[in-house]
């Protein structure tokens, strides 16, 4: 009897550990596209990702690059004061979108060019991302705004 016991508890343990690791597993397979890492132009510059890689990239749009094609199609340089990479858009631009102004974007570095696939401004005068800040701040680029309540 006592020995049933024992063997018992020994199987449930490992049926809860099995299950655990098959969750953990679908969970990280579920998740393999909706991570994507942060980078700042000066890490793209400095280490080139593969351009299967997705992955975000963040600073400000360099003053004078900004270029609208004939179709959705837009360029642009963006900088954390460091480095700048060349940016290929092809969509709607956020209204908030312009020269000097914080943004992030989604997609691959291909033949050097980001080509993005999703672009997000700041959505009002003093907000900037945590990740474009901390990579301007890395730069000595990025000054704090003033005022406060």
């Known amino acids: 009897m006592r020995n049933l ?22 969970i990280g397979y579920g998740m393999r596209d909706g991570i994507n890492f942060f980078r700042s132009p000066s890490e793209v510059i400095a280490e080139p990702p593969s351009p299967n890689e997705v992955f975000r990239i ?32 092809t969509g709607l631009l956020p209204d908030l979108f312009g020269e000097n102004q914080g943004m992030v974007g989604t997609g691959r570095y291909v033949n050097g060019v980001f080509e993005a696939t999703e672009i997000l401004a700041k959505h009002d005068e003093d907000y900037m991302p945590r990740e474009v800040v901390d990579a301007l701040k890395k730069q000595g680029v990025y000054v704090e705004q003033g005022g406060g309540s």
């Open 58 to 89: 963040g600073g400000l749009v360099e003053e004078g690059t900004l270029q609208r094609g004939t179709d959705d199609t837009v360029t642009f340089s963006v900088t954390d004061g460091g480095a700048s990479v060349p940016v290929k858009f």
């Open 5 to 26: 016991k024992k063997r018992r508890r020994i199987q449930v343990i490992m049926v809860a550990f099995v299950a655990l690791i098959l969750a953990t597993g679908l």
